[in-house]
């Protein structure tokens, strides 16, 4: 059985070149379905797959001879390409400062972010590390200051009909059931923002989405492992960084506009189209600030087991 996505529901095919077989086995040890097995010194399908073959393409990535190849779940033969060498890639120190370096910016210059370098940026975030293959992480680009401004127009009239979300009587009714933490990231976050996102909107300010010159919401599809929008997100934003943007990752936006009829509404609108357990809104622009020094952060918890 298929494992499915919001993309296909079929397994990909596998085709062997036996005659370009050298038995080396890579495809064996690599196969985390366990489609292969060696019979006489050649590769040959096993019959002990778990789901059929989801295309991860790793067993054609690493066999030097061509002798495996891939078809479907939107995987073609095309889609292979030479890995850059080693002396291309970023070591360790640069990867650091790079890392070192991007800040959440949330006050950009008037110039505008060219289309190409959206493209470039998306192009790096299609290399994210998915739970499973194609991915199925979506997005919704708004590629100027006058659609980030509509839709934002739009999300505060939304949330102008929400105000009951926030009030004393829900969340005393919620308490019980949503726990003392929720309670208190209520109370001490999401009901002060709903008033500042109005208040500021009344003063003619935008601190939903800054005026960003772009903003990117990251979300998945009912079959989306939850992690997958947020290890994309943060990928694009590394990118952008490389390329001289500043970005901000915004968390409120997403749940707000998960549930309900008036949410469904706005997600149509834009043309998102699911409702998504785990999603973020990313903004892009050419930095204002321009900050001198760095803060050192910390996790709050790093234990090895023993």
Known sequence: MAIPTSRTKENAQITLFTDLC????????????????????KVALADTSLFGCIACGHCVAICPTNAIEISGRLLTKTDL????GKSEAANYNQLL??????RSIR?????????????KVIE???????GLPPSDVHLMVLDSKEKNRAFVKDFLEYLSSMKWFVSNWFLAIMRPFWGKSNDELFKGFVKPLFKAYTESNQRGENIVTYDAPVAIYFYGSPYTD???????????????????????MLGAIHPLIQNGKKAKRLRE?????????????????????QYLKGIRRS???IDFVK
């Open 299 to 301: 996790f709050a918890c």
């Open 226 to 248: 939850p992690a997958d929008p947020i290890v994309a997100a943060t990928t694009a934003m590394y990118a952008a960084e490389s390329l001289g943007l500043g970005t901000c």
């Open 22 to 41: 050298i038995g080396c086995g890579s495809c064996v040890e690599v196969c985390k379905d366990f489609n292969f097995k060696i019979e006489n010194s």
């Open 97 to 102: 400062a790079l890392f070192q370096r991007r």
């Open 81 to 84: 390409f030479e890995l850059p």
């Open 107 to 119: 006050e950009f210059t008037d110039e505008p972010v060219s289309f190409e370098i959206i493209q």
């Open 124 to 130: 790096a975030a299609q290399t994210s590390p998915m």
């Open 269 to 289: 609108k834009y043309g998102i189209k699911y409702p998504s357990r785990e999603g973020v809104f990313v903004i892009f622009g050419h930095p204002k600030p």
